[in-house]
């Protein structure tokens, strides 16, 4: 059993899309205190799970963190899938949804440009533009 595993059993439970709480209501869930740069660092809740193990509980749980405040010590979880019906009912289009959950997602301007720029054959990107630039290399 993992540190933080009471935190995603106590979400799975929740049968709502957002679960506000305390980080002292947070602390009698884990059963032992959060470290000092929970406090400290908004960065400490993000909902990347490479940043810390305990991100990895309420991900698992299918939960994110959203209006984290560390002055008041309070912060919202948030049903991931709640987060794309959020964006559908804002936008009143079901693609908007489907290009949330589209993997991998790319940036809308990837590939804009395409056709319109074209390279001399032979020509080397590798080297620097001014020929005398060359020298400061050498």
């Keep these: 059993m993992g540190k933080y595993d009471p935190l995603t059993k106590h979400l799975n439970r929740q049968n709502v899309a957002k679960v506000p709480m305390t980080f002292t209501e947070l602390e009698k869930v884990l059963g032992?205190?959060?470290p000092p740069s929970a406090?400290?660092?908004r960065a400490?809740?993000?909902?990347?799970?490479?940043n810390n193990v305990m991100t990895k509980a309420w991900v698992?749980?299918?939960y994110s963190t959203a209006d984290v405040e560390i002055e008041h010590e309070k912060l919202v979880f948030q049903k991931l899938n709640a987060v794309t019906e959020n964006l559908t009912a804002a936008s009143g289009f079901s693609e908007a949804k489907a290009a949330f959950e589209a993997k991998p997602r790319r940036h809308p301007l990837f590939g804009a440009?395409?056709?319109?720029?074209?390279i001399e054959a032979g020509y080397d990107l590798t080297q620097p533009a001014d020929p005398?630039?060359?020298d400061v290399y050498k």
């Design 132 to 134: 005398d630039w060359g």
């Design 39 to 41: 406090r400290k660092h």
């Design 60 to 62: 698992e749980a299918g």
């Design 32 to 34: 032992f205190t959060l």
């Design 113 to 118: 440009w395409k056709g319109l720029v074209t």
């Design 44 to 50: 400490w809740w993000s909902n990347n799970p490479d």
